[in-house]
């Protein structure tokens, strides 16, 4: 019953109990969750190809606060959650983004850009926080060494920066992160921060401290981005200054600026429910549930008082949604919680 991502006439008039925009990891699990308490759903996502940012932006980036997983690879997360929906073989909609939706809870309609028109009895948004681009850096000629591939927003290969001179800018997690891991291939790798303090796990601090200490990596601090150095998109080296104005040139041959990812919910927020700062989309913490009657929201998209940006929050938010959402897909069917070990896959 799975659909084409992009290849092919696009499917209309799907009818579905959930349809669920994002497939993401929370998206992914979501529907997982749905199929768990037998509601069929369908996928829809603008990206060709499920994970979101895990798939798209860091495939090779690794994550430690996944239960049971002591460290797993983005990418290798998102096959695991791929392998564990297979049973349930839910349609996707991908390269497609919902364009409009109309009716009332327990009778939505959707209609994607490509004409797809989809039937549901409730809405789950898994969306993150929209479609997604990176903060670039104001500074002169950068087009040019992105065009080059000199200035880099995503790692989706760690091996095409073996013995490279790394410049990375930026003091939050994806910074700490990727200065550790790319250290081990790195021939070179600088972090540049304009404070002393980066806003990073308390591990990962640790990690870099460590890392630091033993001359693996360079601390570039406190120093902002200031001038890019070289020609014909090939990149020679990145200037940095100091509030004062002083400067300072690191022999560096790749950029990767981290200063976060600009969002936008795009046709979504005119569905007319209530939005809040930066696109995040207010819910009730017991359900999901958003102020529009039947349409969820989970993931980074979601916002409730305590709200963690967490993967695994994300997790458990859909496995709260999907049992919400029940009781609006079949509202005549009593559902009695039981664990997955007693119950086993429905079948």
């Not at 929050?313 to 919400?324: D, K, L, N, T, Y």
Request: charge should be neutral.
């Amino acid at each position: 019953m799975a659909l084409d991502g992009g290849l092919g006439e696009p499917r209309t008039d799907l009818v579905v109990d959930v349809a669920i925009v994002g497939a993401g990891p929370a998206g992914l699990f979501a529907a997982f969750q749905c199929g768990m308490l037998r509601l069929r759903c369908v996928l829809i996502d603008a990206l060709g190809e499920t994970g979101g940012q895990c798939t798209a932006l860091y495939p090779e980036k690794p994550i430690y606060d996944i239960p049971a997983h002591p460290g797993i690879e983005a990418g290798a997360l998102i096959a695991q959650l791929e392998r564990q929906l297979a049973p349930f073989d839910v349609p996707r909609l991908l390269g497609r983004r919902v364009e409009a939706l109309s009716g009332r809870r327990g009778a939505f309609r959707l209609r994607t850009d490509r004409g797809d028109g989809v039937a549901a009895r409730a809405v789950l948004i898994a969306a993150g926080a929209g479609a997604f681009g990176p903060n670039r850096p104001p500074l002169d000629g950068l087009d040019a060494f992105e065009t080059g591939g000199a200035v880099q927003y995503f790692v989706r290969s760690r091996e095409a920066f073996r013995g490279r001179s790394v410049a990375i800018a930026g003091g939050g997690d994806s910074a700490v992160d990727w200065a550790l891991s790319l250290r081990e291939v790195a021939r070179r790798v600088w972090l540049v921060h304009r404070r002393p303090r980066f806003r990073a796990a308390p591990d990962s601090l640790a990690r870099l401290e460590a890392a630091a200490a033993r001359g693996e990596i360079e601390l570039v601090v406190p120093y902002q981005l200031h001038g890019l150095h070289g020609g014909n998109g090939i990149l020679s080296g990145v200037s940095v200054s100091t509030l004062d104005g002083a400067v300072r040139m690191l022999d560096a041959d790749r950029l990767l600026p981290f200063f976060g990812l600009s969002t936008d919910l795009g046709p979504i927020a005119t569905w007319g429910m209530q939005t809040g700062l930066h696109g995040l989309i207010p819910v009730t913490p017991s359900t999901l549930e958003t102020t529009l009657p039947g349409v969820f929201a989970i993931g980074d998209v979601a916002s409730y008082p305590g709200k963690l940006k967490l993967i695994l929050q994300g997790f458990s938010e859909a496995a709260m949604a999907a049992h919400a959402i029940h009781a609006v897909a079949r509202p005549d069917e009593a559902l009695r919680f039981e664990h997955s070990t007693s119950r086993g896959l429905p079948v």
